[in-house]
């Protein structure tokens, strides 16, 4: 989800809730079938190539996904962290593992790699795809709550702003290829948390930070809502009955995270600056390509269904692999067959 003008990320839908959802977003864009500006342009490399008998999650004719000629992260991607609050290092390493993996290729299938194989679709108006690479870049550790705990939507960027202006180990700054993602721990408000986001991403404002930087916030939610944000490690209340699956991380908040962090990175990756790759015809209210899929895993995903996943000699659960660790990530938006799709899907 982008910040936007409004941002949000929306709480794991109900099936009554999912309904009214489609309903809302088939009513405000056009029926009109689009999914590249450039259909005489061939994908960059054969090993994008899908068949088009494949079916996937999601699909509709009424999506009209296109490209508004803004730029994408097609340079190698560098991720600077700011860890805002009080981080354990386990929960440290679970993150890093994670991004860490979308560049591993060599993961077991399904893995996170061929997860943004997806991403890797998106082009910019030269043809240029998303970078394959991702890096780890330098860490900012802010314990102390230097901003409080309880942070708008600008102060994050205020907390952006202290972390590469800092007098002893600034983060670089970087506005071509670099990408900040702000985590707050579990004890950490942020305002529209858990009542409509989750997590956004924005780009910082020259008149605060002094640079226009892309970036990404995600919070932990495990005291303050994680039936809504770590779904389907934890249950909401409205939702008697289930029963959450085991996190494959032994962290529920933070197993939670990741799938957050995932779909924010994918949309900076299209959608940097908020004039890229998205449906709607309002840049305030932009259908991202993490949007388009929200709640789907696995085949057969929807409404409050995840979909297909897998279950370890452990009883975790996750759809991807990565490194050494198993990851639960929703799937995103493949321009090119013009469905949700994941690694893991089982029509594949």
């Known amino acids: 989800m982008r910040q936007g003008c409004v941002g949000r990320y929306p ?6 809730l999912l309904v009214l959802t489609v309903l809302s977003f088939l009513l405000s864009i056009s029926p009109v079938v689009g999914w590249r500006p450039w259909p005489h342009q061939q994908i960059n490399a054969t090993d994008f190539e899908y068949e088009s008998s494949k079916k996937y999650e999601g699909s509709s004719e009424f999506v009209h996904l296109r490209y508004h000629m803004g730029p994408v992260l097609t340079a190698n991607i560098t991720v600077h962290t700011i860890w805002y609050g009080t981080w354990q290092k386990s929960q440290k390493r679970i993150i890093r593992g994670f991004l860490s993996s979308i560049s591993t290729v060599h993961s077991k299938h399904p893995s996170v790699a ?61 506005p071509r290829s670099g990408l900040y993602l702000l985590l707050t721990s579990d004890d950490v408000y942020v305002q529209d948390f858990c009542g409509q986001v989750c997590g956004f991403h924005y780009f910082t404002f020259p ?14 939610s495990a005291k303050q809502c994680p039936g809504i944000c770590a779904y389907p490690f934890a249950v909401p209340v409205y939702m008697p009955g289930f029963k959450p699956l085991k996190s494959p991380n032994g ?7 990741i799938s957050v962090i995932a779909h924010e990175i994918a949309e900076l990756a299209t ?8 449906a709607g015809k309002d840049p305030c209210f932009p259908v991202e390509i993490a949007d388009l899929c929200e709640g789907i895993y696995g085949t057969g995903g929807g409404g409050s269904y995840t979909g297909q996943l897998m279950d370890g000699e452990d ?34």
């Not at 929703?330 to 899907?345: D, E, I, K, S």
């Open 271 to 278: 959608n940097p600056l908020v004039n890229a790759w998205y």
């Open 251 to 257: 962290d529920v908040g933070v197993d939670g995270m």
């Open 11 to 16: 709480v794991p839908p109900a099936p009554v």
């Open 114 to 174: 061929k997860w943004w194989k997806t991403v890797r679709l998106y082009t910019d108006q030269t043809g240029a795809n998303i970078t394959r690479t991702l890096h780890l870049g330098e860490d900012k550790n802010d314990r102390f709550y230097s901003h409080g705990k309880s942070l708008t939507r600008l102060s994050i960027q205020s907390v952006i702003k202290s972390a590469v202006t800092a007098t002893t180990h600034p983060l670089p700054i970087n």
């Open 315 to 348: 009883g975790a659960t996750y759809n991807m692999n990565g490194g050494r660790r198993r990851f639960l990530v929703q799937w995103v938006w493949n321009p090119v067959l013009n469905y949700c799709f994941g690694p893991n899907a089982l029509d594949q």
């Open 207 to 220: 008149s605060i930070v002094g640079y226009t930087l892309p970036y990404a916030w995600v919070g932990n």
